[in-house]
T-cell receptor, first 115, second 114 residues
């Protein structure tokens, strides 16, 4: 059962353009929504995260938009750069026994930013 | 480098052999997680420790898998009688205590079972 659906699977954007990646979830128990960036041969690195009581969060060129009623959230990368070329994963978190976070990841979006 | 460290980076083994991976978390982090990532997919949760206590295990973690975190520091993940389906990247992550503490991932151990 895929609890977090991510689209598109791949994305090509021109340098300076806006990259948009979308995710949808089903489980209303999710209470924290991070985005991770992964380069080949590396582990995922946290980019930005949002809690469901906020509709938008911006950090530098990265913005998360969150729609709680639609159970959807998206990542916008403004002024996309070739160095942004990577795989992006959305995730949704449930609180575990003891307070830890169990992340359920989407299937990833391969972003390529062309010159 | 004070990030999460995993060893080895790559492991090739024959089906039926046992393998063990090590994870050294960020030193101040109390929580430690293991995830598995197959090609073209997002990581999947396997198990989680708070200090030395293993508090949660996924149904993905069959009885061939065992994880330990003695003394609440480094952790090991052992797979017994490996199968070809075990081939994947095994990722370790750590975090502070706190409800929304972000997970910091290591660069993983890539396991290939031949």
């Amino acid at each position: 059962q895929q609890q977090v659906k991510q689209s598109p699977q791949s994305l090509i954007v021109q340098k300076g353009g806006i990259s948009i990646i979308n995710c949808a979830y089903e489980n209303t128990a999710f209470d924290y929504f991070p985005w991770y960036q992964q380069f080949p041969g590396k582990g995922p690195a946290l980019l930005i995260a949002i809690r469901p009581d906020v509709s938008e969060k911006k950090e530098g060129r990265f913005t998360i938009s969150f729609n709680k009623s639609a159970k959807q959230f998206s990542l916008h990368i403004m002024d996309s750069q070739p160095g942004d070329s990577a795989t992006y994963f959305c995730a949704a978190s449930i609180t575990l026994t003891g307070g830890g976070n169990k992340l359920t990841f989407g299937t990833g979006t391969q972003l390529k930013v062309e010159l | 480098d004070t990030g999460v460290s995993q060893d080895p980076r790559h492991k090739i083994t024959k089906r039926g052999q046992n393998v063990t991976f090590r994870c050294d978390p960020i030193s101040e982090h109390n929580r430690l997680y293991w995830y598995r990532q197959t090609l073209g997919q997002g990581p999947e949760f396997l198990t989680y420790f708070q200090n030395e206590a293993q508090l949660e295990k996924s149904r993905l973690l069959s009885d061939r898998f065992s994880a330990e975190r003695p003394k609440g520091s480094f952790s090991t993940l052992e797979i017994q009688r490996t199968e070809q389906g075990d081939s994947a990247m095994y990722l370790c992550a750590s975090s502070f205590l706190g409800k929304y503490s972000p997970l910091h991932f290591g660069n993983g151990t890539r396991l290939t079972v031949t």
